[in-house]
Every structure is written in structure tokens, then in C-alpha cells.
């Protein structure tokens, strides 16, 4: 049975994350992913050239997976749920070996009912694999430490080196790590322990280069993030976890776990707070704080709260994680209808581009309203459109040949709008009553000087006007 423990966390995971996977539409990350992912590999270079750097090897790997399965919204999502299913698995695992085969069990369960592990395992974004390269690379920093050799340190640093391609900040990780290595020296652990700072060498020279293109690409791709508050702090646990009941529940068991486990309780603890005490400080000098990025750090909060429930038989402990689960009810049931974030309104392309399907006419054009990367409305188009999409008549050059997931535009709207005799207008929000009102004043005007309204049609978080000559 111990052999197998793994087994039973990650099939309830992939259970779980497998459940509606294709309801919610594409979000705004998601529709970046797929741009970038389905250019050809020469343009995605160029992109990461401009922006999202530190994301092209995740979209180098979603461009092979893309070739090989196709695009649609399970098959972009999957590689997502096959890496939480794996980081569950490898919680048990990671669970038995430090605390025993029942609180790995009980760590590996409790973080497949999570609505988190739901929210990422089913979103095309690299914050899953950074969360199985994690949990992996803290393995096998344990099994080094516990018996010393160099190919045991060879497969951590490897997967440094993964953790550091699927998310460069989830590298904070090795903060942790620190604290495992010198409580290990201070418990006259062999003294062969200088070959840590060797194994994060390679982690250094792959993912330097990354960090400088971040650095450089981040005021321009981060320029949304506010600097963090003190009262985000008690928010952290509901924002990330995606409730904020079982965030509180996760945080009361952890926190017990951090002062009862011994050694391990206080390295798994520094492997939650060190991470999430960088980002915040580093969020107050430059764009930083996303509660999301800090995904990788939830396993080994699971692993405390599970070594809370160590001297609980299985028939006890596990209702409490049924109590978990229960408790993330609504929000397993929310995210499955829109991933946008709880404070934002859902938006679904889907609904808009059926109208546009069912009711365009060859020679129509389409005008987007913003233009921006907090909606890539435009990209939403050619995502559920596909080639039958109406002319982009304001577009200057298309995103792949600008090397960007922007669209640059043309200056004077009202010269581009000359060939055309009907232009849908796609706006973010609901605007019924004037949806003119909500196009930049030049798109606004030109539009009005020339078109008349002829429909207007309102979804969630969108308006479609049908304009005419």
C-alpha cells in the first residue's frame, strides 16, 4: 500500500482538474499562450525577443504540444492538469519520505481537492509546471542530503533548471532550500554539503540570461501590477488559493504544522514564507506582487497542514479533507464559468463571436476597443473565428510580423475606414446605451461621422455593435 500512495492523490487530482476543463472560454493569459505558442518557431523567438521573454520555453513546449494535439481549450489545458496531477503525486511521495506514508497521503489529497490546484490545472499558463518542478526539486534536494552523491545532485540541479524555465520566480524556492542545507550542516550532516552551491551553477548560467531579458521586458509587461499593501497580506491565502475559508483553514493547519514537525516543519515553512516575503518586498520597488506566482508554494503548506493531522487516523483525518473540499465548492464551481480573477466580471469571447459568425457578411471589418494586452480582444477573434474573422481594418501589421502580442494601429482611424461598408466594433464592458462611448474619441468619432448603428448586442463583459455605411 505504501508503494502506491502516490497513486491515489494524483488520479483525484487529474479527476478533479479533468471536470469541465473546457467550460470556462480562454482568458486573456490563456489567448497570450496561444499566440505565442502557435506561431511558427522562428516568430516565437522574435517575440520573446520583444516580450514574455522568460516565458519561452513554455511556449516552445506548448508550440510541440500544439503540433502534436491541436488547440482547442482541453488540449492547451492538459499539460496544465498532467503537472498538478504529478506535483500531487510527488507530495505524497515527498510526504512519506519526510513525515510518513500517512501524512503523504493526507498532503497529497488535500492538495488535489484545492480550488487552486482546479484553477491551474485547468489554465494554459506555466504556473503548474513550475509547481511539479518544485516539488521535484525539493525531493531530490532530500534525497541528496540524505545520502550524498553526485548524481543525486546532478537530478537537482536539472530540476532547478526546470523550475527556472516554467517560472523565474519561482526560483525563490532555493531560499528554502538554503535553510534545509544549513540545518543540515548545523546537525553534522556530512560535510559534503558544498555541493549544493555547485548544483545551482547550471540554474545560474540557463536561467541568467532569462533574468536580464526579464528585467529589461518587465516595466513594459508588468505595468498593471500596483505595489503590494499591508492589507494584501491577509488577503494572500483567499487570493491564491482561491477561497478565502479554505485559505484560512490551509494557513491555521500549516502554521501548527511549522512549530510541531521539528527540522522539516520549519525548512517546508521557509519554503512557503521566504518566497512570498521576496515577493513582497520586491514588489514594492518594481512590479511584482501576483498572488498567482506564488503557486509552487502550496504543496508544502499541504505537507504541514498534513503533518498537523499526523496523529490522526486516516478515518479522522480524512474528513477534513473533505471539509476542504467542501468548502471550495463554490469556488471549483465559479472558476469552471469564467477564469478571470473574483474581482473582475467574466468575459466570454465565445458568446461574441457566435454573433459575429452568424451574422457578418464578406467585406466586413471589425475595430477592437481597447487595444491592449488586459484584453486582447482581438486575438479572442482569431482564436474562435479562425480564418473566417472579419479584416482587422485598422491594423497596421498583424502581431506575428510585429513580433509582439500587440497589433500596432493605424494612426488616423477615419482614413482606414474608407473600404469598408459595415464594421462590427468590439468594446470591453457593457455599454447598451451608448457603445460608441466607450471607443477611444478617435475610433468614436470616426465611427460616428461615417457609420450608423444598425444592432447592438451585450455578453457578459463585452458589447458588439454592427455598424453601416
Not at 492538495?111 to 525539493?138: I, K, W
Not at 480524512?318 to 467542501?326: E, K, N, S, T, W
Not at 482564436?383 to 481594418?393: A, F, G, K, Q
Request: proline share 8%; with cysteine; net charge positive.
Amino acid at each position: 500500500m505504501d508503494r502506491t500512495r502516490w497513486l491515489w492523490p494524483a488520479l483525484l487530482t487529474l479527476a478533479i482538474t479533468l471536470v469541465q476543463i473546457d467550460r470556462a472560454p480562454l482568458w486573456r493569459d490563456e489567448l497570450a499562450t496561444w499566440s505565442a505558442a502557435s506561431r511558427p518557431t522562428g516568430d516565437l523567438l522574435r517575440l520573446a525577443a520583444n516580450i514574455d521573454g522568460v516565458a519561452v520555453a513554455y511556449y516552445l513546449l506548448m508550440h510541440g504540444w500544439i503540433e502534436l494535439f491541436g488547440d482547442s481549450a482541453t488540449a492547451l489545458r492538459l499539460p496544465a492538469a498532467l503537472s498538478l496531477a504529478g506535483a500531487a503525486a510527488l507530495v505524497a511521495v515527498l510526504g512519506g519520505r519526510l513525515f510518513g506514508g500517512r501524512v503523504g497521503l493526507v498532503a497529497g489529497l488535500l492538495f488535489a481537492v484545492l480550488p487552486s490546484t482546479s484553477r491551474y490545472g485547468q489554465e494554459a499558463r506555466p504556473y503548474a509546471p513550475a509547481t511539479l518542478f518544485a516539488v521535484l526539486a525539493t525531493l531530490l534536494l532530500v534525497r541528496a542530503l540524505d545520502r550524498p552523491g553526485w548524481w543525486r545532485w546532478t537530478g537537482y540541479a536539472a530540476a532547478l533548471v526546470g523550475l527556472g524555465l516554467s517560472h523565474l520566480l519561482a526560483t525563490s524556492l532555493v531560499l528554502g532550500h538554503a535553510v534545509a542545507v544549513l540545518l543540515a550542516w548545523r546537525e553534522g550532516h556530512d560535510r559534503r554539503l558544498w555541493r549544493w552551491p555547485v548544483a545551482l551553477v547550471p540554474a545560474i548560467l540557463v536561467l541568467a540570461p532569462l533574468a536580464r531579458l526579464g528585467r529589461d521586458q518587465q516595466a513594459r509587461q508588468l505595468n498593471w501590477v500596483r505595489p503590494p499593501t499591508l492589507t494584501d497580506l491577509p488577503d494572500l491565502p483567499g487570493d491564491l488559493l482561491q477561497n478565502g475559508t479554505v485559505g484560512g483553514l490551509l494557513v491555521g493547519l500549516a502554521a501548527i504544522g511549522l512549530v510541531t514537525r521539528g527540522r522539516w516543519g520549519v525548512v517546508l515553512g521557509a519554503c512557503v514564507l521566504l518566497p512570498a516575503a521576496l515577493l513582497y518586498v520586491g514588489g514594492l520597488v518594481t512590479p511584482l506582487w501576483v498572488p498567482r506566482y506564488l503557486l509552487f508554494t502550496v504543496p508544502f503548506a499541504c505537507l504541514l497542514a498534513a503533518g498537523t493531522l499526523a496523529p490522526l487516523r486516516l478515518r479522522w483525518a480524512l474528513p477534513i479533507v473533505a471539509l476542504a473540499g467542501l468548502l471550495g465548492a463554490p469556488a471549483q464551481a465559479s472558476l469552471r464559468r469564467t477564469h478571470e480573477t473574483p474581482r473582475s466580471a467574466p468575459v466570454d469571447y465565445p458568446a461574441a463571436t457566435r454573433i459575429i459568425g452568424a451574422h457578418q457578411q464578406p467585406g466586413d471589418g471589425i475595430v477592437y476597443s481597447p487595444r491592449d494586452p488586459r484584453a486582447f480582444l482581438d486575438i479572442a477573434v482569431l482564436y474562435y473565428l479562425r480564418e473566417h474573422h472579419p479584416r482587422d481594418v485598422l491594423a497596421v501589421e498583424g502581431p506575428v510580423a510585429a513580433a509582439t502580442l500587440d497589433t500596432p494601429e493605424c494612426p488616423r482611424p477615419a482614413t482606414c475606414l474608407t473600404a469598408v461598408n459595415r464594421v462590427w466594433l468590439l468594446t470591453r464592458g457593457e455599454h447598451r446605451s451608448d457603445p460608441l462611448a466607450a471607443a477611444t474619441p478617435a475610433k468614436a468619432t470616426a465611427l460616428r461621422n461615417t457609420f450608423r448603428i444598425t444592432q447592438t448586442w451585450t455578453v457578459p463583459g463585452l458589447t458588439l455593435t454592427l455598424l453601416t455605411r
